[in-house]
């Protein structure tokens, strides 16, 4: 046999080895651990096994010190893991040597009166050691509770190592020298022993096949990943937003998951409910539990035995102990002992107070079974701990018994960066990852503020998991609810269809094979909405549709996936969505396909699941459970042919008087332009406030709906107005400005990317100035915009008329420096203050802009938090005038978060710099990533605030991608201090050397200060010669820091290892 230290796929056999030797060192702990040290008597000196401090890890360290085990030679271990029984253990080293071609030779192993000796301990009862240490005066000294500490005591004092002591031994066990191989198959001795034996076999029994389970049941495979990877929650599991509920009505408050683990293991006989909405993490929390209760890597639920089970699959008549007997099998193979449940139900019963319930599902039980609630009343299992999980529906009385109510709320906003992180880590697609957190506006004051649905969606994991994978697929986020859902259809489609290559790029051109399998899902999903269940089988589709093909490929596509097992026995697949949304979103499209039912062929394929509705399935999906479900079936119908669509439908099925319940169909739903035309075909009339989302319009559609308001002098309620993505290259400006003029409540107008031209804000503002006319807009959006001829003074009218807006957002518009300039002179002029809080002009091109103007803008914005100013071709002249300006005049502006990356300030004054943030005294954020900045800037700034003795409000500075190979460690320290409150310093690809993180730990420490650093990130900068003693100063001298990103820093192994370690200690997250 080769004896290579390398395995085929190159890796070190030493550290498979010691792989092997971690995992098996978790199995051997309590009674096992006992077992291992009595098989190692006679390989491992006496006085290393009676250590207090010693491990089955340094057991199997020192076999391999001594030669007894290597990576090639392995049968000792393989002999006592098979002689113990523990068969996963036996199952890691067959893998071991399967896996690295480990052939079992001529080796150290047992010796055969061991393993005599082992069997017949193992049916010692209490009579028999009470016998032995009666017989034994150097056992009389102790209190032993088991045999293998008496016997460990007689190996010491070398009282088992001749015939003739062994003749007496087994005369104390009350057997024959000749008896000791013999291993009884039933013990002789009292009924009491007997039971005591039975226990224990069944115990050890649960003991191994609930670590199993609880193990298996941590992989999750979503059927969107098409078998790429499994996701696997001992990885990828992210802590969630929980909050404790108080008793009576009083509150909650906000804790953490080690938090009510801690108290639930304190309370004894602990009744917890666990309440979120579907999809939002209790399962997923439930089966977290399980892992580390097999994996044993933190404390949890110790010498308990814990059962994962799903109420789902809990029958009418069972109680708990049946759903815990029909997930367990080969109880004779395992046990010797007869197939009988009574055996199990009895033990659990007898031994309560060490079982452990995980209760999964409770609003998933398909029939009134009053054994669960029971169990809160502790009539069962009174003294077990139990964990129980349920959708916020029908828990009143859970509340009421339970002693501790936790809601969970899904992911906060450090949460959901958290998961983005590891998401793209394990692609290895770091970038698309901090793309996707800045399109969301993790790092930001205001996250999602760009993309509030998806946002709001990316708080449920599982719909976090889409939305990470429809990153991944086109970078695209649509802001519109439906469109968001139709580009996610199309990533988990194209998903499915990587196989052949074929990616779909529009939703109109999803194949018909793939459009029937959806509407059969949606059809399926339909009907189980009725009822508010998500869960479906196979046999479920079949009953809706013949069409094998057609059912297979719905399960195949991606949109469910078949949820693993809690227990063997159950032969019943059960396929899940990975959130309602999912649901509601294929219910309203197999919706909007019965609208277009008209043009389906009768021997279609289809045409079986589009059977019209009845009257009372239109009172069905006028409830609660289909609102959402309504607003996708009106998304998805085409704007040009819906009205005739669902005319026709109407028309042809039903008769005039159920007009009133297909009211109802719109009942509760957010109104877009062309759901008014279907509300408008019933005659329906809508008052207050609404909310219009309008997408896929033409000019001239939107220019005839503009003049049919402004010929009528319709004054609207519209409080959002959102017209993005659409075609405007030919709006009539008139009729615009008059509509808006006619919408007084109108808070919000989103114009993104329509092809605007000028004309339209420079007749909007005159319109408005003439006719002396006050908007009330708080956010105007008009991104994407081609804006290069527009008429400054119209834009200042424009603003000055719109008193109360806030945030104002002209990104990527074609400005120019003279914008800025002529604003800034005259609000100046007027002496005009604007209500601005939010700026981005990012985007532009702003090389001309005049300092004294811009200054002068800034001034008159008394209440501008953040500006965005990103890529607007800016040089170092405006900081360092805009620096020296407010400096002279003493001016101090209100900015929070400004962010100037990406523009040149290589010719940046480090006195004006400092002076401008001196000016600056509220400044949180501030980005200025690539801009050319050298070290001089970094090392003057430190030095300037270190001699002012002035502290800056900094919380987030990133600096990222500059050149500071000359940076001075003194200067960057003093500026570090000089900023208290600093949690963010980006300094990623900024050719830094080893001496900068060598000295600052050590000037940190020399000085005493501690920085409240959280994350760090300074990849991709060359620390090869970096000193293991200056890093973990800067980690002492950086108490709060919980992420440390180093990738791609050309790290030793050496720091490596240190600092896996180490940031393991501190709960620190490290990327290297």
Known sequence: MATSDKTESG?????????????????????????????????????????????????????????????????LLLDIASLTGFKEAVGQITLYMED?????????????????????????????????????????????????????????????????????????????AQDLAAVPSSSTSSSDT??????????????????????????????????????????????MELLKERKNNKGSKPTTLEEVVGVIQSTPGCKALIEGEGGIGKTTILRHLSYNWSDQSIKLFEGKIVFLLSLRDLKKDDDISDLIVQQL??????????????????????????????????????????????IFRKKRFKQSTVILTSRPENIDEFIKECN?????????????????????EHFEKHQLGESLKEELGIDTLLPGEKHPEAYSMCKNPMLLLSICILWEDSQCLPSINTDLFKQLFLSILNQFNKIDGQKITKFEDIPAEYVNSMILLGKCMFDNLKVNKLSMTKQDLTDKHSNTN????????????????????????????????????????????????????????????????????????????????????????????????????????????????????????????????????????FYGHVDVRIHNLSSDVFNNFLTECSLKQVQLALGVLDISGNNFHNLDVNSMSSFLIMCPKLEYLGMIGCNLSADVINHLGTECSLKQVQLA????????????????????????????????????CNLSGDVINHLGTECSLKQVQLALFYLDISRNNFHNIDVTSFRSFLIMCPKLRRLNMRDCNLSGDVINHLGTECSLKQVQLALERLDISGNNFHNLDVNSMSSFLIMCPKLEYLGMIGCNLSADVINHLGTECSLKQVQLALERLDISGNNFHNLDVNSMSSFLIMCPKLEY????????????????????????????????????????????????????????????????????????????????NRSITFYK
């Not at 010796?111 to 009389?140: C, M, P, W």
């Not at 501790?404 to 793209?424: A, D, L, M, P, T």
């Not at 501690?1010 to 002492?1036: G, K």
């Open 11 to 75: 890796e070190d056999l030493e550290d498979k080895f010691r792989l092997l030797k971690s995992q098996l060192s978790k199995h051997f702990v309590g009674r096992y651990f006992k077992w291992l040290r009595f098989c190692l008597h006679g390989y491992i000196p006496l006085g290393d096994l009676d250590r207090d401090d010693v491990t089955a890890m340094s057991l199997f360290n020192e076999l391999q010190r001594t030669g007894k085990i290597t990576p090639h030679k392995i049968r």
């Open 100 to 176: 690295n071609n480990v052939q079992l030779v001529d080796e150290e192993t047992l010796s055969a009166f061991r393993k005599q000796l082992f069997q017949t301990l193992r049916e010692t009862g209490q009579d028999e050691l009470k016998n032995v240490i009666h017989n034994y005066d150097e056992l009389n000294k102790f209190e032993f509770t088991n045999i293998w500490d008496a016997v460990f005591v007689l190996d010491t004092e070398n009282l088992l190592g001749t015939p003739s002591l062994i003749t007496r031994f087994t005369y104390c066990l009350g057997k024959s």
């Open 194 to 239: 007997r039971m005591q034996t039975e226990d224990e076999k069944i115990e050890e029994y649960l003991l191994l096949t609930q670590k199993e389970n609880c193990r298996q049941a941590r992989i999750f495979t979503p059927e969107t990943m098409r078998g790429r990877y499994t996701v696997d929650i001992s990885q990828m599991f992210t802590d």
């Open 329 to 374: 099998t080969d109880f004779n193979l395992d046990t010797d002992l007869p197939e009988d449940p009574r055996l199990i139900k009895k033990f659990i019963n007898k031994h309560d107070n060490n079982v452990v319930l995980l209760l999964d599902g409770l609003d998933e039980l398909r029939f009134d079974n009053q054994s669960v609630i029971s």
């Open 404 to 424: 501790v109510h936790i809601r969970v709320s899904g992911f906060n906003k450090e949460s959901i960066g958290k998961y983005i992180e590891k998401y793209f």
């Open 550 to 685: 057609i059912v297979d490929l719905a399960l195949k596509l991606g949109f469910v996936y078949e949820e693993a097992p809690l227990s063997k026995s159950n032969c019943e697949t059960i396929f899940m969505p990975p959130h309602k949304l999912i649901v509601e979103s294929l219910v309203g499209f197999y919706m909007s396909k019965l609208f277009e039912s008209e043009n389906i062929k009768d021997d279609s394929d289809v045409s079986q699941l589009l059977i019209p509705l009845g009257y009372d399935e239109l009172d069905e999906i006028s409830s609660k459970y289909f609102t959402v479900a309504r607003q996708f079936a009106l998304g998805f119908l085409d704007a040009a042919t819906v009205g005739k669509y669902l005319k026709q439908w109407l028309t042809k099925h039903f008769p005039l008087r159920m007009r009133s319940r297909i009211r109802k169909f719109f009942f509760g739903i957010k109104l877009t332009y062309r759901e008014r035309f279907i509300a408008n075909i019933l005659d329906i009339k």
């Open 777 to 812: 807009l708080d956010t105007l959006n008009i991104s994407g915009n081609n804006f290069h001829n527009i008429d400054v003074n119209s834009i200042s009218l424009l603003l000055i008329m719109c008193p109360e807006l806030r945030k104002l957002y002209m990104r990527d």
């Open 985 to 1064: 310093l980006g300094m990623i690809g900024c050719n830094l050397s080893a001496d900068v993180i060598n000295h600052l730990g050590t000037e940190c420490s020399l000085k005493q200060v501690q920085l409240p650093l959280e994350r760090l990130y300074i990849s991709v900068n060359n620390f090869h010669n970096l000193d293991v003693n200056s890093i973990s100063l800067l980690l002492i001298m950086c108490p709060k820091l919980r992420y440390l990103h180093m990738r791609d820093c050309n790290l030793s192994g050496e720091v490596i290892n240190y600092l896996t370690e180490e940031c393991s």
